[in-house]
Structures are given as structure tokens and as C-alpha cells.
């Protein structure tokens, strides 16, 4: 199996993750939830905080499963599931480069 695409993905991936737009968001929502204004208007400041800090834990466990995902591709076991040991199917790759498990074994962990 050609790895270079998937190498390619991922590290685009973490681009735009790490890109220079991902901390500023967050700091303007910070700012403008510091300022004085109704209840409304405070309640939909901490709603966007929210969001937003969601948003980076769930972009910072990505970074991480594609940092793994890397490492995979240079010990040579990208592409193989983690639970059975199996090739994952290109298709599943293409679609979620940085996954550690076939298709089977995450509908089982979903179960």
C-alpha cells in the first residue's frame, strides 16, 4: 500500500488545525463575552465560550490521533487495525486517515 497520500492527509490535516486562525476565534468570543450587557446577551457569550472550547478539545484529540497515525506510517503498521490485527479498508482511510480501527471493530465498540 501506497502510504504517501495518506502521509499527505494527515499532515494537511494538522495544518489546518494548527493554522493560524485556530486560537484567535476563541480569544475574540473570550473578549466579547467579557463585556457588560443583558442576560441574554451574557447567557449567548457563555453559549459561544462553550462551542468554542468543545470545538479545541475535540481539534486537540485529532492533532493527537494524527501525530499517532504518523508514527504508524514510519514503524510500518499504518492501515492495520489496532483491535483484530486486519487491514482497514482503503475506504475507511481515505475518509478518516488518522483512525486506528476497522470498520467492524468500531460498529462492536459502538455496541
Known amino acids: 500500500m501506497d502510504m504517501q497520500p495518506y502521509k499527505e492527509a494527515l499532515l494537511r490535516k494538522r495544518g489546518e488545525l494548527l493554522g493560524a486562525d485556530g486560537v484567535k476565534p476563541f480569544q475574540a468570543t473570550m473578549e466579547n463575552n467579557s463585556r457588560q450587557g443583558d442576560m441574554a ?21 485529532i492533532l493527537q490521533a494524527i501525530e499517532e497515525a504518523l508514527g504508524r506510517i514510519d514503524k510500518g503498521t499504518y492501515g492495520v487495525c489496532r483491535d483484530c490485527n486486519e487491514p482497514i479498508a482503503p ?8 483512525t486506528r480501527v476497522c470498520i467492524t471493530c468500531k460498529e462492536k465498540q459502538k455496541s
Open 41 to 61: 446577551d451574557q447567557a449567548s457569550g457563555n453559549n459561544e465560550v462553550h462551542i468554542q472550547l468543545k470545538l479545541k478539545q475535540t481539534d486537540a484529540k
Open 91 to 98: 475506504a475507511r482511510l481515505d475518509a478518516i486517515p488518522w
